[in-house]
């Protein structure tokens, strides 16, 4: 029974750094600049 509770605290952990890892590789790699989106709301500008 512990042995299972410490695979489940392990398996949580390498779900939170893989998803950690995605999380900053997408931010490093977005372009800098500014976005423009144009949608059912309207228009609407960000800077990055």
Request: glycine residues 8%.
């Amino acid at each position: 029974m512990r042995q299972n509770l410490l695979y489940l605290i392990i398996g949580a952990l390498v779900v939170v750094i893989i998803a950690l890892g995605i999380y900053i590789y997408r931010e490093q790699t977005r372009p800098k600049g500014v976005e423009l989106k144009i949608d059912d709301k309207g228009i609407s500008i960000q800077q990055n």
